[in-house]
């Protein structure tokens, strides 16, 4: 079948209504940027869900980092996208306007030179991320037992993909299929989703991230959901396998465990995260607790928009109060957030 042909399906499907959801935010930012959703017909509604990881941190995590950045001789170390995520009453760069210390990163193995150069002071790394993410702050550990750095920290808000869907489909989210997260399966493999597939009776496509990949990806699900097949169905094989990466999993089970961990806007989500497992708690800057999520802004509908139950469109504040440059939700800040690209696309 040509390309062609799969797009002339995809626009002119008339059969009943769909909604399929992609849970990566490397996808809603590549769905936006190769504008997929102008060759889908009305009946194919595609909703980004909980996949960018700076949306999903709680504001009790953000409060946790700006407390850290203020106390004496600690500097909070993160991502860039991380300064600008609203706490409960302000962000990480606004804390760092009025004494706190916080130094950005490109990545976390950047900490062992602050922390070998400046042994005074305590370095708390910001680990948010999901399993694609979580490996790397496995070196940065191996890394600082291995030089005896007693001054790196890490404050964990990491997060697993099948608590979430879990909690999509038993909330009722009503999605016909998933895109599963590409990065997370070159992880994971592609039969991570199995088991939800067959739970839910819910097909998963496993995609890349180019505009082809994606439209044969999604013209995958569209046949399997109108097919019946709640199966899953790699169409990423150059990167992802079958099975998990058993290297990097087992350096993931070493330093980690599963816990039940909040995700912004939705609550506690049983076995959705990891913590550093007791023999690593030297490491923990005090991860386990966090369990508040109060917005700044009680407008923003980042927890509804992030479960698929309304569209940046339908918040208030979108495009008006809340900008890119002027983020009242974590949806708006990161350029794989909801909101950022649903602004993206309109201008
Ligand atoms: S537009 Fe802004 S305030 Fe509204 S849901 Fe999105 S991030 Fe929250």
Redesign the pocket.
Known sequence: MEISDVVDFLRNYDGRSLRLMEVCGSHTHAIATHGIRDILSPKIELISGPGCPV?VTPTAYVDRLIELSLMPDTTVVTFGDLLRVPGSKESLNEAKGHGGSVEMVYSPMDVLALASAHPEKNYVFAAVGFETTAPVYTLLLDNAVAKNLKNIKILTALKTMPGAISYLCDNGAMIDGFIAPGHVSAITGADYFNGLAEKYQIPFVVSGFGDKELVIAIYGLVQMVINNQPQVKNFYTSVVDATENKIITSQLNKYFEPADVVWRGMGVIPHSGLVLKKEFARFDAGSVGLDEDN?K?K????G??LMGK?S?V??????K???PMT???????SEE????N??LVRR
Not at 314 to 319: I, K
Not at 327 to 333: I, Q, S, W
């Open positions: 949306c917005k802004n407008a923003c509908r980042c509804e928009i309304a940046p339908d918040c208030p504040l979108f495009g109060v809340c900008t983020p009242e939700g974590a949806c708006m800040v957030g909801s909101c950022f649903a602004y």
